[in-house]
């Protein structure tokens, strides 16, 4: 199994920062490393996967980076609606895993 | 555009078996290449992969739950299922289906379904 260490669990920031989410694998798994958005009482939505690809229809302030065990989110410029929880997910081998989770709350 | 939804009973109760169908909208489940996953969230918790199903009939699960799970799939239906069976109050979860291409992520998602684990 690999374990997957998401920090920080909460962060607090205001409208206009950058921020960013860290994501570190127990083990190397390339670039299969996804970044979802979810919101209370919604399913996680993608924004990015093969680290680094924004997926389609999702805002260019959001950015993936990193490769092997450590991978960054960043939010170059935070807006109202981003105010959310977010996760990294592994899909480089079975069972695949999700970060712990990242609560992004108005400061 | 695809669409998926969940569907199945809200309360199971204890040792018995949680049966969940997911119906896939806007596009054949046979089309392209693609994976039909389950993955379950624990009210206040992160998520957890279940498992995942081709419409060839390969599956993947979860090394924690696979000696319970079994995903099928029902290509003339356009549909995919999970049974969990002896459940305990830990299942008692919000199940998510989802669709993702062969070696990438999930792209589309189910709004969930609440199933809870009580007698």
């Known amino acids: 199994v690999i374990w997957m260490t998401q920090s920080p669990s909460l962060l607090s920031a205001s409208t206009g920062d950058r921020v960013t989410i860290s994501c570190r694998m127990s083990q190397g798994i390339s670039s299969y490393l996804a970044w979802y958005q979810q919101k209370p009482g919604k399913a996680p939505e993608l924004l990015i996967y093969a680290a680094s690809t924004l997926q389609s229809g999702v805002p260019s302030r959001f950015s993936g980076s990193g490769s092997g065990t450590d991978f960054t989110l960043t939010i170059s410029c935070l807006q109202s609606e981003d105010f959310a929880t977010y996760y990294c997910?592994?899909?480089?081998?079975?069972?695949?895993?999700f970060g712990q989770g990242t609560k992004v709350e108005i400061k | 555009q695809v669409q998926l939804q969940e569907s199945g009973p809200g309360l199971v109760k204890p040792s018995q078996t949680l049966s969940l169908t997911c119906t896939v909208s806007?596009?054949?489940?046979?089309?392209?290449?693609?994976?039909w996953s389950w993955i379950r969230q624990p009210a206040g918790k992160g998520l957890e992969w279940i498992g995942r199903?081709?419409?060839?009939?390969?599956?993947n699960y979860n090394p924690s739950l696979k000696s319970r799970v079994t995903i099928s799939v029902d290509t003339s239906k356009n549909q995919f299922s999970l049974k969990l069976s002896s459940v305990t109050a830990a299942d008692t979860a919000v199940y998510y289906c989802?669709?993702?291409?062969?070696?990438?992520?999930?792209?589309?998602w189910g709004q969930g379904t609440l199933v809870t684990v009580s007698s």
């Open positions: 199903i081709y419409t060839s009939g390969s599956t």
């Open positions: 989802a669709r993702g291409p062969r070696g990438s992520s999930s792209d589309y």
């Open positions: 997910q592994q899909y480089y081998s079975f069972p695949w895993t």
């Open positions: 806007g596009g054949s489940i046979s089309s392209g290449s693609y994976y």
